[in-house]
């Protein structure tokens, strides 16, 4: 099954803003058995967007995930263009609407026009929460596509993928063999750990790795730090891990780590 991956934002083409989301989205969806065959920057207008995602829905591509647009401002216009493309109305989303609601409320915000705005989408489209920001993504089909619009702040965009888009590819998408192991490492600060785990996962086609920090990183780091893979074939994906977790405990080790 074929992705592509769409970053939009003038700050991307003007060089202000590094497109860390394009990356990361790249691994996830090869990770997930997607073969991701186009990663494309466009700007904040709506003939750019339309022309992209038509292009995309036009060669029947399965998943397409935009990232960016999806904010109150008036360059935000992410929403609207995908519904001009699908050839939907642009119409307040109920599920959406609730979930904006409930933030500002939080907040003790008011409900203001462009805040109600990240309540507009394609109709027949669903909502998908924002655990760290207010605007919702947007997932929608249409025909033998999957159209999934997020926000373009890292934090959100990987917050919303991980808790809801992830597991709903895995359960609809490819069906890639997964093998996975962990392990623990005191004594090495999750920042010092990083450029490490860089390293690992640019060795491997399909392999992740995330740290997951449990203790005070300046006074008693402790990682644990979980490395899965993914293939056709399961003897690959289990050497991949086991090719990694190696790599990085031997790495880790040589920083002072006690490796359990």
Known sequence: MRAWILSIGNELLI??????????????????????????SIPDEDAEEIEVFRDALSRGIELIVSTGGLGPTFDDKTSESLAKALNREYVVNDEALNLVKAKFLEKGLELTPPRLKQAMMPRGAEAIPNPVGTAPGIWVREGQSIIVALPGVPAEMQGMFEEHVEPRLMSIG?????????????????AEAAPI??????????????????????????????????SSNEEEARMEVERTVNYLREELRRRGGDVE
């Open 15 to 40: 060089g202000k803003t590094i497109n860390t989301n394009a990356a990361w989205l790249a691994r996830k969806l090869t990770v997930l058995g997607y073969e991701v065959r186009r990663e494309i």
């Open 197 to 230: 785990i860089e390293k690992a996962m640019r060795m491997g086609n399909r392999v992740y790795i995330k740290s997951h920090p449990k203790g005070h990183e300046i006074g008693s780091p402790f990682l644990e730090i979980h490395v899965y893979a993914s």
């Open 174 to 190: 490819p069906r890639p063999r997964f093998v996975e192991a962990s392990f623990t490492v005191k004594g090495v600060p999750e």
